[in-house]
């Protein structure tokens, strides 16, 4: 098959021809659809991610057709229409046991942990417990959109940040899964201040439903804007960024027993993140993590989906082949630009 490799971190990816993967007794291959480009996988190339080991193939929000299944897989069989967590769970550890695979305990990532969708198939563990069965009506390159960046945000405002309607949300960083947070957000009821340095950003997430946003390459303090835009802070805020920049404002720019939810991932490579525990204990606010969302938990969101409340495929702004991924990966550091690319190896 075809795939995108890198053998050295930070240097050019190429794409070549590689060994077809073959599915574990636990596992399917599915033949990839479409795979969404993402910040993780250009931390990844770049060598910030120590589960990384060369050479590899980058790629982790995908969808595709099941190719062929294991032995001991029950639920699938070739033809079915399928996307993933990004965070695919082991079922078998406590974490699993109590319904929170997003943070099994033996968890694997396609494109981290082992050998991700830059490529015309791609291998995945314990199908039975990860794969999330695709409504017909969703493209596949909506779909692969939703295993990282939409369902990340999806359960990180509707679960772990309890959003409420009528409540002002901040949201800091306005990339893929600060968009959908907007948006899911918006479609909650609430009103959101968008936060980005990024214009365009900004005008897709009054697009997605933002009330009001801060253009942070203007704005100094930028949580002192949302507290004054929200009449003394939000209720919920998420750092949807990562960095440490971007999760201090998120905290500071809450009211009294509001909420922060950390979604952005916060690399090691950026030390460790100082978050104003005074404000925290002073305010009684909370501080929360959200890490993926279960396959299980999939189906109210996909119902939303298919009733059109919730509009994942409007965050895909362009779709390419695998010959210029090496490109776009190498500039998802420098342009990220506003809205998803999809790469369709098929092309
Ligand atoms: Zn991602
Ligand atoms: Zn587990």
């Given at each position: 098959m075809r795939a995108v490799v890198f053998e050295r971190f930070g240097e050019p990816a190429e794409v070549r021809e590689v060994a077809d993967p073959e599915p574990s007794e636990h596992?399917?291959?599915?033949?990839?659809?479409?795979?969404?480009?993402?910040?993780?996988?250009w931390h990844g190339w770049v060598g910030h991610d120590p589960d990384i080991t060369l050479p590899h193939v980058p790629g982790h929000e995908l969808a595709g057709v099941v190719e062929a299944v294991g032995t001991r897989v029950s639920g699938w069989r070739p033809g079915d229409r399928v996307t993933v967590p990004f965070v695919c769970a082991c079922g078998s550890c406590a974490a699993c046991a109590a319904g929170d695979q997003q943070v099994c305990e033996r968890q694997a990532q396609p494109g981290f942990t082992h050998w991700g969708s830059f490529a015309q198939y791609v291998?995945?563990?314990?199908?039975?417990?990860?794969?999330?069965?695709?409504?017909?009506?969703?493209?596949?390159?909506t779909a692969a959109a939703l295993g990282c960046r939409f369902a990340t945000a999806f359960r990180a405002v509707v679960a772990q940040g309890r959003v409420a309607a009528g409540e002002w949300v901040a949201v800091h960083g306005c990339g893929g899964v600060g968009l959908s947070?907007?948006?899911?957000?918006?479609?909650?009821?609430?009103?959101?201040?968008?936060?980005?340095?990024?214009p365009q950003a900004l005008d897709l997430a009054r697009k997605f439903g933002a009330a009001a946003s801060v253009d942070a390459s203007r704005v100094e303090d930028t949580a002192?804007?949302?507290?004054?835009?929200?009449?003394?802070?939000?209720?919920?805020?998420?750092?949807?960024?990562?960095?440490?920049?971007?999760?201090?404002?998120?905290?500071?720019?809450?009211?009294?027993?509001?909420?922060?939810?950390?979604?952005g991932l916060l690399p090691s490579s950026t030390g460790s993140t100082p978050v104003p525990m005074a404000r925290v204990i002073g305010l009684e606010l909370e501080v929360l993590g959200s890490h993926g969302m279960a396959a299980h938990a999939y189906p109210p969101?996909?119902?939303?989906?298919?009733?059109?409340?919730?509009?994942?495929?409007?965050?895909?702004?362009?779709?390419?082949?695998?010959d210029t991924a090496p490109i776009a990966l190498a500039a998802m550091g420098t342009a990220p630009g506003a809205g998803v690319t999809v790469i369709e190896p098929w092309r």
């Open positions: 596992g399917v291959v599915v033949r990839v659809e479409a795979t969404g480009l993402c910040r993780s996988d291998a995945l563990e314990h199908a039975d417990v990860n794969l999330v069965a695709m409504p017909d009506e969703l493209s596949f390159g947070a907007v948006m899911i957000a918006a479609a909650s009821g609430a009103r959101v201040v968008a936060v980005d340095v990024s002192a804007a949302v507290r004054e835009l929200t009449g003394g802070g939000a209720h919920l805020s998420l750092d949807a960024l990562g960095s440490p920049v971007t999760c201090v404002a998120s905290v500071n720019g809450l009211r009294r027993r509001g909420r922060h939810v950390q979604v969101m996909l119902e939303l989906v298919r009733a059109g409340v919730l509009r994942p495929d409007l965050l895909v702004t362009s779709a390419i082949p695998l």
